[in-house]
């Protein structure tokens, strides 16, 4: 495939540039994917945010949780995982009154949860342990989204590893989208300008 050739699976924006279609003609979209998915990320913070918020997309678009992602980050006290596990029941109705992010009692539950159960672990720990379950480089970059897949046998094993330690909403679907998101997978298709 040629380089600025648009295909059902790449899109030429008004700038000129070819990216992933599914970026389509939101501005947010297309700064998320330029400048971060596919970014290796590190750091047990940002890895806890993430995870989190793969935790809330579940069943949504990523756009929805895109566009709610500052107050997520207000309301969750920027991810520090040590100030949410502290979160208590008063918190959670909080959160629950709050139409800036998703009200799901079960995903909110959740997240102090599993804030509670990292600041148990030694620091580093987290993204160490995510990190452990990213594939070998050498990967086929796919030609098309058709060749994506939404499971790997490294996600199932992550989604594994974080359920027997207690970890919720960190099913094998989301674990991947976690690992494309985080930089673990490059996931950019031929002919977008990231998969230079």
């Not at 309301?75 to 995982?81: E, K, L, T």
């Not at 030609?143 to 207690?166: I, Q, W, Y």
Request: glycine share 12%; charged share 25%.
């Amino acid at each position: 495939m040629s380089p600025g050739i648009p295909t059902p699976d790449i899109r030429i924006g008004d700038d000129g540039i070819p990216r992933c279609a599914w970026t389509g003609d939101d501005g947010e979209y297309r700064r998320y994917h330029d400048e971060e998915w596919g970014v290796p990320l590190h750091g047990d913070r940002p890895l806890f945010e993430k995870m989190s918020l793969e935790g809330f997309q579940a069943g949504l678009s990523w756009i929805t949780i895109l566009r709610k992602r500052p107050r997520f980050r207000e309301v969750f006290a920027g991810f520090d995982p040590a100030s949410v596990a502290a979160f208590g029941a008063d918190d959670i109705e909080r959160l629950m009154g709050d139409a800036g992010i998703i009200r799901n009692r079960s995903k909110i539950e959740a997240t102090i949860s599993n804030a509670r159960l990292l600041v148990e672990m030694p620091g580093g720990e987290l993204d160490g342990l995510l990190w452990s379950f990213a594939p070998a480089s050498g990967r086929a970059r796919p030609r098309s989204f058709a060749e994506v897949p939404a499971v790997t046998p490294e996600s199932t094993a992550m989604s594994k590893s974080l359920r027997g330690r207690g970890f919720r909403f960190v099913g094998p679907t989301t674990m991947y989208a976690l690992m494309q998101s985080a930089g673990m997978v490059d996931d950019h298709v031929e002919g977008c300008w990231r998969a230079a």
